[in-house]
């Protein structure tokens, strides 16, 4: 008997939990005209916003839980979260590898293969990826986004952002023989190398100075079948101790001031922001590239000063278009969570006369702001101070 009143109460706290799982501003406060948040704002809000990542122009709808727990940002960095903090980041500036006690010789390694997993974030720009002095056993992308080996040969194959094992064959003399992109063998033939020196580079080469820096990630670098000296590394950080040598005391050093990777070089834009009001279908739309806020810079959400996910917005160009317009609302209480230089607030511009607006720009042209966190519309002032104090409250505005 016991046993079935646990069950009863069980169920019936259950339900009564299961209704009250959520409830938002829009459904406290009904009737409004036009919402944009990245919060869920109703018990009917599914996506809250449409992203563009800047890699490859890719578009993916999202909800706000999805905003807030890694979905999002993993679309923008092209699912690379999982190497934040625990791979170097090779910024194509002056970081590099090093490893010294080589011996100045085109054939130095004699017959070997060297592999390594590659996260490639540019393919315009010459960069190399291994090489021992300038061009001998080097790998490297040129400026016409093609693999090339050795001094000058290119394998036709072209070389495309996000995460790639590679592997580059030599025969005794030093001559690159094979490619192998993603564990399929892409080009073989015979180039030498040239311009040997006594240090081997991970990420540069050394033609009468250094250049050539690669940008993006490397890491699980080997050497092996070599008869003269094998290393390998982990490359799981950006200190020394991360560079050791797994096989041998061929240790690199790291050159430079490499951050730890943390998605550097991914962002995120807004393509649309959907109007959670459910009233009419008023999207925050923009299909001009270069007119979209961002949400994700540098592979972390845009927050505003007190933490809420947020989107910049340039104050030149940048805006979202409301197609539909905003017809009718000739008195209407726009609220307004904007941040400026650090310092949130809320805005409430009352009995304004949108009904011929078509974007976000022109109804917040009185604010000054560089981050915008959420505009609400209700058709008049009905319920202002408590809709006030719901917004403070979510956004944590004092």
Not at 140 to 158: L, R
Request: hydrophobic share 35%; proline share 1%.
């Amino acid at each position: 008997m016991s046993g079935d009143s646990s069950i009863g109460i069980g169920i019936g706290l259950a339900l009564k939990s299961y209704g009250r799982a959520f409830r938002g501003l829009l459904d406290k406060y009904t009737g409004a005209a036009a919402a944009y948040s990245l919060r869920k704002l109703s018990s009917s809000t599914s996506n809250v916003v449409r992203v563009r990542r800047s890699s490859d122009d890719a578009e993916q709808d999202f909800t706000a839980a999805q905003v807030d727990n890694g979905t999002l940002v993993n679309f923008a960095n092209n699912d690379t979260s999982a190497l934040y903090g625990n791979k170097m980041y090779f910024d194509g500036v002056d970081d590099y590898v090093s490893v010294a006690g080589m011996t100045k010789s085109v054939n130095y390694f004699g017959a070997c293969t060297m592999s390594a997993t590659v996260y490639v974030t540019d393919t315009t720009t010459n960069q190399v990826v291994f090489c021992l002095g300038g061009a001998s056993y080097r790998l490297f992308i040129n400026t016409d986004g093609n693999w090339y080996v050795n001094t000058s040969q290119n394998t036709g194959v072209a070389a495309t952002l996000g995460a790639h094992t590679v592997s580059v064959e030599f025969d005794n003399s030093g001559n690159a023989i094979s490619f192998t992109l993603d564990g399929v063998e892409e080009w073989t033939g015979s180039e030498s190398g040239s311009f040997a020196e006594t240090v081997f580079y991970i990420g540069a080469r050394d033609v009468s100075g250094l250049g050539r820096f690669f940008k993006g990630l490397i890491y699980d670098f080997s050497i092996t079948g070599s008869s003269v000296k094998n290393f390998a590394f982990n490359g799981y950080g950006n200190t020394n101790a991360d560079w050791e040598d797994q096989v041998g005391s061929n240790n690199g050093t790291v050159n430079g001031s490499p951050a730890l990777y943390s998605g550097q070089g991914f962002d995120g834009f807004v393509a649309t922001e959907y109007d959670q009001s459910g009233a009419v279908l008023r999207d925050g739309t923009q299909s001009t590239t270069t007119n979209q806020p961002q949400i994700v810079s540098n592979g972390a959400l845009v927050t505003d000063g007190n933490g809420n996910v947020s989107t910049i917005w340039d104050g030149v160009n940048d805006d979202l278009d409301v197609v539909t317009g905003f017809a009718g609302l000739t008195a209407a209480n726009v609220y307004a969570v904007t941040d400026n230089a650090g310092v949130v607030t809320l805005d409430t511009l009352t009995a304004q006369d949108i009904s011929a607006d078509t974007n976000l720009t022109t109804i917040l042209t009185s604010i000054t702001y560089d981050k915008v966190t959420a505009v609400i519309i209700y058709p008049d002032n009905t319920n202002q101070s408590a809709i006030q104090s719901e917004i403070n409250t979510l956004f944590g505005i004092a």
